[in-house]
């Protein structure tokens, strides 16, 4: 393989969830710009269209698809629909997720918060698996990430359901890499603190330093610095590389503690 080869995604389709904005709007653009085609799943359409359209104007072709994750419907919709319009299905990124990380007082929750964190973080990107896998291994070629997270790795308090649900995305990650290959190979990206809209909303200089004390590359993340953890997993680069997540953390760990 040549080196224009490695990183070469011309002529695939990637599906990303969450692709309006943030991380997934990032993963998106530098998917496109190596050559995919982009279909964004996410459930604020004015959002995703406005990415597909921006995308479009890279040279590829790009739709956008009204997806709530937590409606088994919708992701069949959303596969269904990129199949239609795009052709196949090369590429899934599970980015769309959350949860109540940081707000999860086990006296002050019931099991139905406890629930959604799996609901939207382990079950839909699952079912979207399940979906895709079929059309990944009939064109003979398939990569899938997750967004997982630095807190399936750390402990902190009020973070059982969230952090809970994040590490059992890594270890689904590393068992469905036995069902999935040859053909299909499935990572995790697990950011660290990067500077989206709900980080910034809460940022302030005092945060951010204690955030960068632990942290040997002084800075917070950016999207696009996880969105190129993410093109390593989606292209030929790593084809002999599944089961396995990344932290993308500037070396470091960002707590408040």
């Not at 190596?34 to 004015?46: C, Q, R, V, Y």
């Not at 104007?57 to 596969?79: P, Q």
């Not at 940022?203 to 960068?212: A, H, R, V």
Request: proline fraction near 3%; hydrophobic fraction near 40%.
């Amino acid at each position: 393989m040549n080196k224009s080869e490695l990183f070469d995604l011309t002529g695939k389709t990637a599906i990303v969830t969450g692709g309006a904005n943030g991380i997934g709007k990032a993963t998106a653009v530098i998917l496109a710009k190596h050559g995919a085609n982009i279909s964004i799943g996410d459930f604020n359409l004015e959002d995703a269209e406005k990415t597909a359209s921006e995308i479009k104007k890279l040279g590829v072709k790009a739709i956008a698809v009204s997806c709530n994750v937590l409606k088994d419907e919708e992701l069949v919709n959303l596969v269904d629909t990129t199949i239609q319009e795009l052709g196949g299905i090369h590429i899934l990124i599970n980015n769309a997720g959350g949860g109540g990380g940081g707000r999860e007082n086990p006296f002050k929750i019931s099991v139905d918060d406890i629930r959604r964190d799996f609901e939207l973080n382990v079950f839909s990107g699952w079912r979207l698996c399940q979906l895709c896998v079929p059309h990944m291994k009939k064109a003979g070629y398939g990569s899938i990430v997750f967004t997982t997270s630095m807190s399936s790795v750390n402990k902190s308090p009020n973070m059982s359901g969230y952090g809970g649900s994040k590490a059992a995305v890594n270890h689904m990650a590393a068992n469905l890499a036995h069902d999935f290959g040859p053909e299909v190979r499935i990572n995790a990206v697990g950011p660290g603190a990067t500077r989206t809209a709900a980080l910034e909303s809460v940022l302030t200089p005092e945060i951010e330093k204690q955030m960068l004390a632990n942290t040997p590359i002084k800075r917070l993340g950016r999207a696009d610095d996880i969105a190129g953890a993410m093109l390593y997993f989606a292209a030929p680069i790593s084809e002999w590389v599944s089961g396995q997540t990344i932290f993308v953390n500037g070396g470091g760990v960002q707590t408040l503690e």
